[in-house]
């Protein structure tokens, strides 16, 4: 396992290799309240003892109305690439990003879903299992803004407890006063959803790459974290960057959320 994990590592371009946790696009607009690596997923990732994490591949879906930008997104992070000719997705399409973090290497499938009504069906099936469900909306078009409730819905719905995100396009079309009116709805609409939020450019780039670092991180920790919890350590829970057993606070989730409507502790 360590041959292999090693080579997979190496096997990483330079871009796209994490060492410090990523930070949240705004502190008061993420229900994930992580500052750095637990000392338990550092101690793991150090002692070579992730289990089969490095092997395993993660999927995060992208949904959204039609033309809100899912596709530059993606394509502005996989391809460092930005396409002013509008082209609908047809169905589903997905890239594959390696990704190593604190010497681990992990692999996230990126789906890029339709956002027309006909293909709904279709691109639903592939909703499932997702390990991050991300709903795109138009920050220049708030309404948009008003199908991301739904859109949520129809994708983690059908996955078991994604880590979420709100994320709002085309940034640099917005004026900043029209950027602070629709951000603060949009942040109400994240924090209602148990998301996070974040506003992003994939024309001039603008937060797009620590946005996907982000994503990245919190289901990196996450996958570590049920590793240890079935390797026999027993079941853990995340408060910020501490690691308690269950019985301590029943209302703290597995990636450091509170549920049942309680204060989220910071790091």
């Known amino acids: 396992m360590s041959a292999t994990r090693t080579m997979m590592s190496q096997n990483v371009a330079k871009d796209r290799i994490i060492t410090k946790f990523p930070q949240a696009f705004h502190p008061d607009a993420t229900p994930y309240q992580k500052m750095n690596f637990h000392p338990k997923v550092k101690a793991a990732c150090t002692d070579n003892k992730t289990g089969r994490v490095g092997l395993k591949i993660c999927k995060a879906v992208l949904v959204g ?11 502005r992070f996989c ?11 047809i169905g589903v399409d997905f890239e594959v990003e390696k990704f190593s ?15 027309q009504e006909r293909f709904k069906c279709i691109a639903a099936s592939y909703y499932r299992g997702a390990n991050v469900t991300i709903v795109v909306f138009d920050l220049s078009d708030e ?10 819905d129809d994708a983690a719905g059908n996955s078991s407890d994604p880590i979420k995100f709100v994320v709002g396009t085309k940034k640099d079309l917005v004026s900043p006063a029209a950027f602070e009116s629709i951000e603060q709805n949009a942040v109400e609409i994240a924090n209602s959803l148990g998301a996070e939020f974040w506003a992003v450019s994939s024309k001039t ?30 079941p853990t829970k995340q408060i910020g960057n501490d690691l308690i057993t269950k019985g301590d606070h029943p209302n703290i989730d597995s990636i450091g959320r509170v549920e049942s409507g309680q204060d989220y502790m910071t790091s």
């Open 65 to 75: 109305d039609v033309s809100v930008g899912k596709t530059s997104l993606v394509n």
């Open 79 to 89: 391809h460092d690439v930005f396409d002013r000719d509008y082209k609908a997705t």
């Open 101 to 115: 973090l604190l010497n681990v290497p992990f692999t996230l499938q990126i789906w890029d879903t339709a956002g």
């Open 143 to 152: 309404s948009s803004l008003s199908n991301v409730a739904r859109w949520m």
């Open 205 to 234: 780039g603008e937060n797009v790459k620590e946005f996907f670092f982000r994503a990245v991180a919190l289901t990196f920790e996450a996958a570590i974290l049920r590793e240890i919890d079935t390797s026999g350590a027993g």
